[in-house]
């Protein structure tokens, strides 16, 4: 393994790329041969109560190596009392299978974490392209925070996000784009102005500290 790709839609194998693909939905025919994360996104909460006590069987699989991506989403068309309801559920459900949470989280970052206040897992922010006085309360949390294509074109305030983050706390990702995990490495690793290996190291080591998959 060499690059690791933390959050994508698309999953393409490829033996130097540790990807994990997000399923939102249908979590009875999840995949087994790769690493997946599954959970309810705050878009798509209809049916939830379904979809969660189906969500609750799955996520016992090896191979679910974290619940989510779930979260909160203010441009959301879904009921804010629903969104918070599920998003607690699947907390709890994290909690109770010791595994990992990928946050969606837009507009939302109090409320977000006074939820995640006393969380006992590792949380991961994903398509963080915030300026950093929001994401400043991410990083005093000891929360990972995973960049995506945001950083290749990205604005002076984004660099000055990336840079503050401390590189024990770094994911990047592809979230739903096409553009090559290692595209995002080479512009990470300029941004922050390090050696490209030095950033793939670095990201090896924050996944092992995070996921303990057996076949990671």
């Known amino acids: 393994m060499a690059y690791v790709d933390i959050h994508t839609h698309t999953y393409k194998p490829d033996p130097e790329i540790a990807s994990i693909e997000n399923i939102s939905g249908n979590f009875l025919q999840l995949p087994a041969d790769h690493i997946i994360s599954a959970g309810l996104h705050p878009w798509r909460l209809h049916d939830a109560d379904e979809q969660f006590n189906t969500l609750r069987i799955a996520a016992r699989n090896k191979n679910v190596a974290a619940i989510g991506e779930c979260g909160l989403d203010k441009l959301a068309r879904s009921d804010w009392g629903i969104q918070v309801q599920f998003f607690e559920a699947q907390l709890q459900l994290a909690t109770d299978l010791n595994k990992p949470v990928i946050i969606h ?7 977000t974490l006074a939820m995640l206040k006393g969380i006992g897992v590792p949380v991961i922010f994903h398509g963080i392209n915030n300026k950093l006085s929001l994401i400043e309360p991410v990083i005093t949390n000891d929360f990972y925070l995973s960049f995506g294509k945001s950083l290749l074109h990205a604005t002076e305030s984004i660099c000055t996000s990336l840079n503050a983050v401390p590189i ?39 996944y092992h500290s995070v996921f303990r998959y057996a076949g990671s």
């Open 105 to 111: 989280c837009v507009k939302a970052f109090p409320e």
């Open 168 to 206: 024990p706390q770094l994911f990047l990702e592809t979230d739903d784009s096409n553009v090559p995990i290692k595209n995002i490495y080479v512009t990470a690793a300029e941004i922050r102005n390090i050696p490209e290996n030095e950033l793939v190291l670095q990201l090896q080591k924050n």
